[in-house]
């Protein structure tokens, strides 16, 4: 079973990176939708109809992934921990539900590209906050 220790090695090796990355991406995604370089229909279920409502959805999401990103630099040790090893477990938890949610959300959404894109995307963030939240040693250096 060395192969299967191995896996499991390079996945928890490799789950802090991958979460951040696609963090900074949906980040980057957004600035997008702000600037309107890309179309707003792609976002929130295509509900994001009017530029204010627009406005206020990129904010919301922007300061979340912000919050997330922050919780997640902590619980990967590349900040200052501010909370506690057991409380930064449970925001992972959270987190984990928070997006397993919004991959439910994907597959229902009313445009193509957000449930083609963002369903994967979301379902494997949510199984990498997962394993995060189960796995202490996940994402640090060994």
Same mark, same amino acid.
Request: hydrophobic share 55%; net charge positive; aromatic share 8%.
């Given at each position: 079973?060395?192969?299967?220790?191995?896996?499991?090695?390079? =996945? !928890?090796?490799? @789950? *802090?990176?991958?979460?951040? /990355?696609?963090?900074? &991406? #949906?980040? %980057?995604?957004?600035? +997008?939708?702000?600037?309107?370089?890309?179309?707003?229909?792609?976002?929130?279920?295509?509900?994001?109809?009017?530029?204010?409502?627009?406005?206020?959805?990129?904010?919301?999401? =922007? !300061?979340?992934? @912000? *919050?997330?990103?922050?919780? /997640?630099?902590?619980? &990967? #040790?590349? %900040?200052?921990?501010? +909370?506690?090893?057991?409380?930064?477990?449970?925001?992972?938890?959270?987190?984990?539900?928070?997006?397993?949610?919004?991959?439910?959300?994907?597959?229902?959404?009313?445009?193509? =590209?957000?449930?083609?894109? *963002?369903?994967?995307?979301?379902?494997?963030?949510?199984?990498?906050? %997962?394993?995060?939240?189960?796995?202490?040693?996940?994402?640090?250096?060994?």
């Amino acid at each position: 079973m060395p192969i299967l220790r191995l896996m499991k090695e390079y =996945l !928890l090796r490799w @789950t *802090g990176p991958a979460l951040i /990355l696609i963090l900074l &991406l #949906g980040m %980057l995604y957004q600035i +997008l939708v702000a600037s309107g370089q890309l179309s707003a229909a792609n976002t929130w279920g295509g509900q994001l109809t009017d530029e204010n409502s627009r406005k206020v959805g990129i904010a919301v999401s =922007l !300061l979340i992934q @912000t *919050g997330i990103l922050w919780l /997640l630099l902590m619980r &990967l #040790g590349k %900040l200052k921990a501010r +909370l506690s090893s057991q409380a930064l477990n449970r925001w992972m938890f959270a987190i984990s539900a928070l997006f397993f949610l919004n991959t439910l959300g994907n597959m229902v959404a009313k445009n193509d =590209l957000e449930q083609a894109l *963002g369903t994967p995307i979301t379902g494997i963030a949510s199984i990498l906050f %997962l394993i995060l939240a189960k796995y202490p040693e996940a994402g640090r250096k060994q």
